[in-house]
């Protein structure tokens, strides 16, 4: 049975995303993973060659009392381009695709209708993906809660992430953690 309070998701460097949900209410973990490629027990170096399949996501944990699927979904499409096809910015390849990847038939539908609401706003142009797969792998230590730590070192992460927190902010203020 899979755990219906997880949700994962992809929209480019996982660095970023994360950053993101990191800030969302209701949200207890979020862990950097590899998921919907081929081979087992990627790594980074694997990952950034753009042939294993597997795209960098997200696993967020969240509190279903507090922020609910179709929140953490309408805020993945929300805070990255989704009408991008296998790339964000300067990121480009399939390891950066847009993609949710539900756990179940009730996420499916929800991911679904997230899609559907995106795609009513940005005039039919969404290419995020619906990938089905139960099988993720998490990425390398040093990739979790990178914002928190080198991230803020990081000249690209210090140019990427802010633009996406501030677009967290300003379109899901009521979904967003106090300071």
């Keep these: 049975m899979t755990d219906t ?22 949200v207890t973990e979020v862990e950097s993973v ?24 997200i696993r967020v944990t969240f509190d279903p009392e507090v922020v609910s699927l179709s929140d953490i979904f309408d805020i993945h499409l929300g805070t990255h381009d989704p009408t991008q096809l296998n790339r964000q910015g300067g990121d480009v390849g399939t390891q950066y695709r ?10 499916t539908a929800e991911a679904e209708a997230a899609v559907a609401r995106a795609n ?10 619906i990938e089905h797969t139960d099988v993720w792998y998490p990425a390398e230590d040093y990739h979790q809660e990178y914002w928190d730590g ?14 996406k927190l501030m677009k967290l902010r300003k379109s899901f203020q009521s979904k967003v953690k106090p300071d």
């Design 34 to 57: 590899y998921i919907g490629g081929t081979l087992a027990n990627p790594t980074y170096k694997d990952i950034c060659t753009g042939t294993t399949g597997h795209a960098e996501g």
């Design 150 to 163: 080198e991230g803020q070192r990081n000249p690209y992460c210090l140019a990427v992430i802010p633009p």
């Design 5 to 26: 309070n997880q949700a994962i998701v992809a929209g480019g460097c996982f660095w970023c995303t994360e950053a993101v949900f990191r800030d969302v209410i209701g």
């Design 98 to 107: 847009s993609a949710i990847f539900p756990l179940d038939d009730a996420q």
């Design 120 to 129: 009513a706003e940005k005039d039919g142009k969404v290419v995020t993906t």
